[in-house]
Structure formats: structure tokens, C-alpha cells
């Protein structure tokens, strides 16, 4: 009585497959190796755009110098 037996998981199983029939549970299972597939890209993507983002910070920045700006005289406003 204290753990789970073949037997309990074997009628377990039976049962999901009697509600949800064959087709859909091969369904399932297909969106769900489309799911590891697109998460398993898209850490190879972001492992691929480290790399790039690493050499754009790491790149020395562009000698700038200032110019000049014409400031306005100051305005006297007594009031």
C-alpha cells in the first residue's frame, strides 16, 4: 500500500488512451517534440549571438571631439 505498482500505471494509461484515443495523444506527443526541437534552436541561437554582442561591447569607442556650440547671450528680465 505505500508505493505505485506496474498495475496501477499499466490502468492509468489505459484509461488516458480510452479518453483521449490514439491520434491524439501521438498529437500531443508531436507538439511536444516540436516544443524540445524550437527550445533546443533557440538556445543554440543564443549561444551563436553571445559571441557578437561580446565584440561589439569590447570594441574600443570612437575618438570624439567636441565642438563648439554658440551659446545665446543671456537674457536680463527685470521685472
Same mark, same amino acid.
Given at each position: 500500500m505505500g508505493g505505485i505498482?506496474?498495475?496501477?500505471?499499466?490502468?492509468?494509461?489505459l484509461v488516458i488512451l480510452v479518453l483521449f484515443g490514439r491520434g491524439r495523444i501521438?498529437?500531443?506527443?508531436g507538439d511536444f517534440?516540436?516544443?524540445?526541437?524550437?527550445?533546443?534552436?533557440?538556445m543554440t541561437e543564443e549561444d551563436e549571438a553571445e559571441p $557578437?554582442?561580446? $565584440?561589439?561591447?569590447? $570594441?574600443?569607442?570612437?575618438d570624439v571631439t567636441p565642438t563648439e556650440t554658440k551659446t545665446s547671450e543671456p537674457s536680463d528680465k527685470a521685472g
Open positions: 505498482g506496474i498495475w496501477q500505471i499499466l490502468i492509468v494509461a501521438s498529437e500531443m506527443m517534440g516540436k516544443g524540445i526541437s524550437s527550445f533546443k534552436k533557440g $557578437a554582442s561580446k $565584440a561589439r561591447i569590447e $570594441a574600443p569607442a570612437k
